[in-house]
């Protein structure tokens, strides 16, 4: 199982970005999936989070009223829409599982991160 981004780039400031995330493989079950976030010479922070069952998202203050994160039928991909980007937003950007289902215990999970530069 893992989880796969997409998206990233290079933005000029004020501009939008669409990251999105597919868990693949052999799994039953995604329980919460979200982004987090590591910029330069700082720690990895939570941007966005969503349940399984859409019901419920979590969004850092940095990012709120900016940042919109679903997830699609399947529940597989979750999609993290990045508007009124600004340089601050500069960082590597990961897909995080809470919990993934298999069959066996259960375990959590990340992406391998997708780069989101934001132009002054």
């Known amino acids: 199982v893992q989880l796969v981004e997409s998206g990233g780039g290079l933005v000029q400031a004020g501009g939008s970005l669409s990251l999105s995330c597919t868990a693949s493989g052999s799994f039953t079950l995604v329980k919460t999936l979200g982004w987090y976030r590591q910029g330069p010479g700082k720690q990895r922070e939570l941007v966005a989070t969503i349940t399984s069952d859409s019901s419920s998202e979590d969004y850092a203050d940095s990012v709120m009223g900016r940042f919109t994160i679903s997830r699609d039928n399947t529940g597989n991909t979750v999609t993290l829409q990045m508007n009124g980007l600004k340089p601050e937003d500069t960082g590597v950007y990961y897909c995080?599982?809470?919990?993934?289902?298999?069959?066996?215990?259960?375990?959590?999970?990340w992406g391998q991160g997708t780069e989101v530069t934001v132009s002054a």
């Open positions: 995080h599982a809470d919990r993934v289902y298999d069959g066996g215990a259960p375990f959590e999970l």
